[in-house]
C-alpha cells in the first residue's frame, strides 16, 4: 500500500504564493512509482489536472491554465513532490489532490483515472 499525505494549503490573498508538498510512503515508492501529480477540485466542478513530473527523469507537464505560474518538482530522498504555486488567482481556490502512478506508464500524465493513489487533499483559497 501507498500513503500520500499533502501539506502546505491555506488561505492567500490574490498573486501570493503557497508551496503544496506531498510526502509518499509504502510499497518501494521509489522503485515503482512512474509519476506523480497534482490535481485540484473547485466546488461544484470535477477534478482537474494542474501538474506531474515524471520519476524518472523529472519531466514535468502542466495544465495550461497553471503554466508559467506553477512549478512542480520532486526529491528522491525524499519520497517527497512539491507544487510552488506562484501569482494565485481567486480561481486556483480549490481542494488540491497529490496521486501517484505506479508500474508501467508512458503517459497521457493528465488523465486522472491512471493514478492509482490518491492523497486527502489540502485546501487552497484565494482571497481577491
Known amino acids: 500500500q501507498v500513503q500520500l499525505v499533502e501539506s502546505g494549503g491555506g488561505l492567500v490573498q490574490a498573486g501570493g504564493s503557497l508551496r503544496l508538498s506531498c510526502a509518499a510512503s509504502?510499497?518501494?515508492?521509489?522503485?515503482?512509482?512512474?509519476?506523480m501529480g497534482w490535481f485540484r477540485q473547485a466546488p461544484g466542478k470535477e477534478r482537474e489536472f494542474a501538474a506531474a513530473?515524471?520519476?524518472?527523469?523529472?519531466?514535468?507537464y502542466y495544465a495550461d491554465s497553471v503554466k508559467g505560474r506553477f512549478t512542480i518538482s520532486r526529491d528522491n530522498a525524499k519520497n517527497t513532490v512539491y507544487l510552488q504555486m506562484n501569482s494565485l488567482k481567486p480561481e486556483d481556490t480549490a481542494v488540491y489532490y497529490c496521486?501517484?502512478?505506479?508500474?508501467?506508464?508512458?503517459?497521457?500524465?493528465?488523465?486522472?483515472?491512471?493514478?492509482?493513489?490518491w492523497g486527502p487533499g489540502t485546501q487552497v483559497t484565494v482571497s481577491s
Open positions: 509504502g510499497r518501494s515508492f521509489s522503485s515503482y512509482a512512474m509519476a
Open positions: 513530473i515524471r520519476w524518472s527523469d523529472a519531466n514535468t
Open positions: 496521486a501517484a502512478v505506479y508500474g508501467y506508464y508512458t503517459g497521457p500524465y493528465y488523465d486522472r483515472t491512471s493514478y492509482d493513489y
